[in-house]
């Protein structure tokens, strides 16, 4: 059996990380099944999650996760996908994961009225994998430090809040555009993609956080019948 290694459950999504959200939704979709395995991020092989066991090879990377699986399949998910719809959903995955990622971040770890939300969520994370409750402050205020330095490395972080958000909500106009009536995001069929797709739209929707993104996501009603339609599909049972 496949094993997931992630953070958690968290805010009402299946992980507090997008990345582990997408490979398990990868999984829901061409229906194998797996194991969730709660890890400590720093015994990981890239000190990111989510990695997976596959025939118990660790193998870190959403992308590379996908990859590999679907190399074992003889159908393969985006089988039905031209160059052309293969080349826009690759643009619109890279857009989700290397941009609209780090401003998630931002309102997450960095922005007061995110942090808020977010860091009991971290320090209860942290309490189950075993970090003493009287280090958890520590731990949860150093990772707030190198989570802000990530996304002002990328260089979203460091617009001013309003400019941050508006780059983030035409990322998700674009998105709402070409998602248009579809029930998936290139088409009628599920590909790929739309694991990305699921997790990013779910972690922006996630009523624990409440920012103008969300709200802006809220107003697109393609976003948000999406977001029901894939939670109905494929993560109604556990
Ligand atoms: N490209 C990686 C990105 C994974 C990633 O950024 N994971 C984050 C959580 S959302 C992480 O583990 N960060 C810890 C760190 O970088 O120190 C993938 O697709 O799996």
Same mark, same amino acid.
């Given at each position: ?22 490979? %398990?939704?990868? =999984? ?17 092989? &890239? ?24 190399? @074992? ?23 989700? %994961? ?9 309102? &997450? ?6 942090? @808020?939300?977010? %860091?009991?969520?971290? @320090?209860?994370? =942290?309490?189950?994998? #075993?970090?003493?409750?009287?280090? @958890? ?6 990772? &707030?430090?190198?989570?802000?330095? &990530?996304?002002?490395?990328? #260089? ?83």
């Amino acid at each position: 059996m496949i094993k997931v290694h992630k953070y958690g459950p968290a805010f009402g999504l299946p992980d507090a990380s997008p990345f582990v959200t997408k490979v %398990e939704t990868y =999984l829901r979709i061409v229906g194998e099944p797996y194991e969730e395995v709660l890890t400590d991020v720093r015994k990981m092989p &890239r000190k990111q999650l989510p990695c997976a066991t596959i025939d118990g090879v660790i193998v870190p990377d959403s992308s590379a996760i996908i990859e590999r699986l679907e190399a @074992r399949r003889s159908t393969k998910l985006d089988a039905h996908l031209d160059p052309k719809e293969r080349a826009i959903a690759f643009a619109f995955k890279t857009m989700l %994961e290397e941009h609209l990622y780090f401003g998630l971040l931002y309102f &997450r770890w960095t922005a007061d009225d995110g942090w @808020r939300v977010f %860091e009991p969520g971290l @320090r209860e994370m =942290l309490g189950k994998l #075993g970090v003493p409750s009287l280090l @958890r402050g520590l731990v949860s205020g150093q990772a &707030r430090k190198q989570v802000t330095s &990530r996304h002002e490395t990328q #260089g979203i972080g460091r617009k001013p809040r309003e400019e941050l958000a508006a780059t983030c909500k035409d990322m998700l106009d674009s998105l709402s555009t070409y998602l248009g009536d579809n029930p998936f995001l290139c088409g009628d069929k599920p590909t790929t993609y739309d694991a990305t797709a699921y997790a990013f739209i779910a972690g922006v929707l996630a009523p624990a956080f409440k920012n103008e993104v969300r709200d802006h996501a809220t107003s697109k009603q393609n976003l948000v019948a999406y977001d029901n339609r894939m939670k109905a599909a494929y993560w109604s049972r556990a």
